[in-house]
């Protein structure tokens, strides 16, 4: 298996394949953030509009977005917007749940304190509440991604695309059944999770050091 | 009388840190002792080898019984927010027969006046009940020796005459023995029968004071009584109270260590 | 009652948006709800073996998986947790194989089992076991030292010690990392199912995807989606009875 592991990695298809992946995930979580943070910070910080939309949001949220596979491969085609779309789906939960957490936490005195600076609404908002909630939604970022990664092995598994890692993987197990190239491509997917999980721990522990 | 605990050249050391160098002492049978000495002195470290928590690297402990309960400072993590009182009372007892268990429990729970909060979680009680909850604990265990932990010192004033008192009156009425590591002179000389004075870092015994007051004790008359008043700047002192004369950092460095050398029991 | 008024007065009220919208535009990509309702009526209520011989089956596995990778997940956890040297030797590893993608795994499972149940509840356990065993070791190391001591001192015997403190001072960690498995359970139910399977929702999907009819694909989603639902309503009430006994402060819940 190792010596397949340097046989596909020096190999330019597999490298493409990897790309692939990375990139739509890459693209995938900043969709995703672009979203859902906006979202999470109108929620947390307007009690009602999140009352009026728990019902639905209660809804949306256990819909397994695998289960939005097929329907979104007719809807969407083969193409990278089916699987970035579904790793968006999946990957919008845990960001907006930890914003909204964030702002949950929030403790009143230092609101209190902003507010006999003669800090407003917006103010608050921006220069309390989001500088707090930073290292809550740092590690709903990271949750999502993992998360955004199984869904994109998924949708590539289930041939879409021709390209990306689950489709390399599947191949190599219906065509010829090499399982050595299965499992290089699984153990690929576990690095890239790996990175992805261990540099974002890095970032939150950079720039929230407080 | 005969003696509950003879502890012979006890000696403790962390790496070349020594915490205890030394201790030679007994407790005897129905007596209260305090240990009583600067903050730091390895007073910790002295609990910890004395109820086999940590094995000391000299000297002997022996204890005339095949148990001992320790009543812990903080009685917060001491005690476990999923039991009720009656729960935590009946923790170190699951060996026996229900029955036997309820009873205990039930006993101990009247001793400290509990038994009206028997089915409450701990976390539901003041802090001053939930010390009576880890008291009446360790006496359901019905130990040879009940070793106390700095008890009262995470208590407001009020609670802590109340609790020393509860204390007096268990252990006169169950001829309890007890041995009492406090850093507070005036508990030591209300509470005791008998003071060992310890020198700081590492712990040496200064000296070995009997209590010259009647076994009835009183917060006020006490307190005020001539030989309390005595007593107590004898045992200040004699721990040179408000001389600098230990070295923090090291002291901080030898209880980290000692809180991280535990003979756990899993 | 007024604010569970409004909560769904705003959920009727995108539903019937959306009737109205499904109806206008007559797409038949997306249908309007009541056709969507009609669809699962005549798929699983009128067709009744559609029932006991799909979806049952599919909730049969899902559990089964989800409870043997919660007992070995717990038993493993609680045991590394608590040995340091095990640990250490085991963390790399851990560490690893907690970061591969699940569904990248059920190729492998595929080339170890023959398609069937088998292989879809390996999968499934192998996928789901990671955040339960890391939360138990998590919550194995969060005994404090002073209920270690304790135990110590009151000389209780193993099995107290493993049930009685380890595994209580354990339970909300562990429960967290149920729920995470719980619902990444279903998720690859749904992939088993839709990648190699001869019967089961995620079965049923394809066979609509096959035949093109977007109304069962959406009745297969929404199905899916309120099994999610009930799954993690009824784990929730489960917890809410286990640990009844948390202090309301959220202190000892953080420490």
């Known amino acids: 298996m190792f010596g397949e592991l340097v046989t596909q990695l020096s190999s330019p298809t597999f490298f493409r394949h990897v790309v692939a992946t990375v990139l739509a995930l890459l693209i995938a979580i900043g969709i995703a953030i672009a979203i859902a943070v906006p979202s999470g910070l109108v929620l947390g910080s307007l009690p009602a509009v999140r009352h009026a939309t728990r019902a639905v949001i209660e809804f949306l949220r256990p819909i397994p977005s695998v289960a939005l596979i097929p329907l979104a491969l007719v809807m969407l085609g083969f193409g990278p917007e089916t699987k970035i779309t579904l790793a968006v789906y999946a990957a919008l939960w845990p960001i907006l749940f930890n914003t909204i957490y964030a702002l949950d936490e929030l403790d009143p005195l230092q609101v209190e304190t902003a507010r006999t600076f003669g800090l407003g609404r917006v103010g608050i908002l921006f220069r309390v509440a989001l500088p707090n909630a930073l290292p809550f939604v740092l590690t709903g970022i990271r949750l999502a991604a993992t998360t955004a990664l199984i869904v994109m092995v998924s949708v590539e598994i289930m041939a879409s695309s021709q390209t990306g890692l689950g489709f390399f993987i599947m191949e190599a197990r219906s065509g010829p059944g090499r399982m050595d190239q299965v499992l290089v491509g699984t153990v690929v997917a576990g690095v890239i999770g790996l990175l992805l999980n261990n540099g974002l721990e890095q970032v939150r522990r950079r720039w929230v050091a407080w | 009388m005969s003696n509950m605990l003879e502890v012979a050249d006890l000696g403790h050391t962390y790496g070349d840190y020594e915490a205890i160098g030394g201790l030679t002492f007994d407790v005897r049978a129905g007596e209260l002792v305090c240990v009583v000495g600067p903050s730091g002195c390895g007073k910790s470290t002295l609990l910890r080898t004395i109820s086999g928590l940590i094995k000391p690297t000299r000297g002997d402990v022996r204890l005339n019984g095949s148990h001992l309960a320790v009543v812990f400072q903080d009685y917060q993590r001491s005690l476990f927010p999923w039991l009720t009182v009656q729960g935590n009372v009946e923790f170190p007892l699951r060996s026996l027969p229900r029955a036997e268990r309820r009873k205990r429990a039930a006993e101990a729970l009247e001793w400290v006046g509990l038994t009206a909060a028997a089915r409450k979680r701990p976390w539901q009680l003041s802090g001053g009940m939930q010390q009576r909850v880890a008291i009446a604990r360790a006496l359901a265990f019905r130990p040879a020796l009940l070793l106390m932990d700095e008890p009262f010192a995470s208590v407001d004033a009020q609670t802590r005459f109340e609790l020393e008192d509860l204390l007096l009156r268990v252990r006169r009425e169950h001829d309890t023995t007890v041995l009492v590591v406090t850093h507070d002179i005036d508990e030591s000389v209300y509470l005791g029968d008998r003071i060992l004075v310890l020198s700081s870092s590492p712990a040496r015994l200064v000296a070995n004071l009997e209590v010259p007051l009647p076994a009835e004790r009183d917060q006020v008359t006490t307190r005020t009584a001539d030989g309390f008043v005595a007593l107590r700047s004898k045992v200040a002192r004699l721990l040179n109270v408000g001389k600098p004369s230990m070295d923090v950092e090291k002291w901080a460095a030898a209880e980290r260590e000692s809180l991280s050398e535990t003979v756990s029991s899993s | ?255």
Not at chain 3, 94 to 110: G, H, K, M, N, T
């Open chain 3, 1 to 255: 009652m007024n604010k569970f008024l409004q909560r769904w007065a705003v959920f009727a009220g995108l539903v019937a948006v959306w009737e109205a919208l499904g109806l206008l535009a007559d797409d038949p990509f997306f249908p309007p709800p009541s056709e969507i309702a009609v669809a699962a009526w005549e798929w699983w209520v009128l067709e009744p073996e559609n029932l006991t011989d799909h979806v049952l089956p599919s909730i049969g596995r899902l559990l089964a998986a989800w409870a043997i990778a919660s007992v070995i997940g717990v038993a493993l956890g609680l045991l590394l947790g608590r040995s340091d040297r095990a640990m250490e030797y085991a963390n790399p590893l851990l560490v690893f194989l907690r970061s591969i993608p699940p569904p990248a795994l059920v190729p492998v499972f595929l080339l170890l089992f023959k398609v069937g149940t088998s292989m879809q509840v390996a999968t499934i356990v192998f996928g789901v076991i990671w955040p339960v065993l890391l939360n138990s070791v998590d919550g194995a190391r969060s005994v404090d030292v002073t209920k270690v001591d304790t135990s110590a001192v009151f000389q209780i015997r193993r099995a107290q010690w493993v049930f009685g403190v380890v595994l209580p001072a354990a339970s909300p960690k562990i429960f967290a990392g149920l729920r995470v498995s719980l619902s990444l359970s279903l998720v690859l139910m749904v992939i088993s199912e839709l990648v190699a399977a001869d019967n089961g929702i995620g079965w049923q999907l394809m066979q609509a995807q096959r035949d093109f009819d977007y109304t069962r694909m959406w009745a297969g989603v929404v199905l899916l989606g309120v099994l999610g639902y009930g799954l993690n309503t009824a784990l929730l009430a489960v917890e809410r009875r286990a640990l009844a006994w948390q202090p309301r402060s959220r202190d000892e819940q953080h420490a």
